[in-house]
Each structure stands twice: as structure tokens, then as C-alpha cells.
Nanobody, 112 residues
């Protein structure tokens, strides 16, 4: 059974950093593109970043470019999202996605 478990969210001040993790199981992790999405209160879920199966190719939403870095460790079946210079507008629940499956999300709150 495919399972995605996000972790690493929390409360951080503007300008701070967080590293999110998504531990995957139940499928051949190294064969699939992985993505991070986020959903802010009252807004639709939006794509943040994607990474190809090998990690060679990455893509970012304009809001994430230059501040966020997606990476993966296929030996650990884990995908990461390093978030730097966080802003209040980054406040959202962050979700990991593989194929059509979602994790339950981890809450990131950026506030002073």
C-alpha cells in the first residue's frame, strides 16, 4: 500500500528556514517523479516543486524559485523540500505527492 508521510513543519519567523521530509513506502520510489504542493487557508492547493525520478530535473513555482530546493534520496525513499527566507505568505499545509496519491500534509506557519 502506497504511503507518504510528511514531517518537518512548524512555526518559523520570517526569514527563517525549514526542511520538510516526505517518507515514501509501498511503491518503487526511485521510478517516480515526486512533487510538493501547498494549500494556504482559503486557497486552492498549488504546486510548489517537482523532481524527476533520478533527481536530475527539478521545476519550481515562481513563488519558490531562488528560495526553495527540492531533492531526493532514493536510497532512503525520501524527498525533501528545503525552504529558506520564508515569508508569511508561505504559510500553508505542505503535501507530498506521488502519482495520484497524497500524504496528509505538514503545517508550516511563518509568523513573528
Amino acid at each position: 500500500q502506497l504511503q507518504l508521510v510528511e514531517s518537518g513543519g512548524g512555526l518559523v519567523q520570517p526569514g527563517g528556514s525549514l526542511r520538510l521530509s516526505c517518507a515514501a513506502s509501498g511503491f518503487t520510489f526511485s521510478s517516480y517523479t515526486m512533487s510538493w504542493y501547498r494549500q494556504a487557508p482559503g486557497k486552492e492547493r498549488e504546486l510548489v516543486a517537482t523532481i524527476s525520478s533520478t533527481g536530475a530535473d527539478t521545476n519550481y513555482a515562481d513563488s519558490a524559485k531562488g528560495r526553495f530546493t527540492i531533492s531526493r534520496d532514493n536510497a532512503k525513499n525520501t524527498v525533501y523540500l528545503q525552504m529558506n527566507n520564508l515569508k508569511p505568505e508561505d504559510t500553508a499545509v505542505y503535501f507530498c505527492k506521488a502519482m495520484v496519491s497524497w500524504g496528509k500534509g505538514t503545517l508550516v506557519t511563518v509568523s513573528s
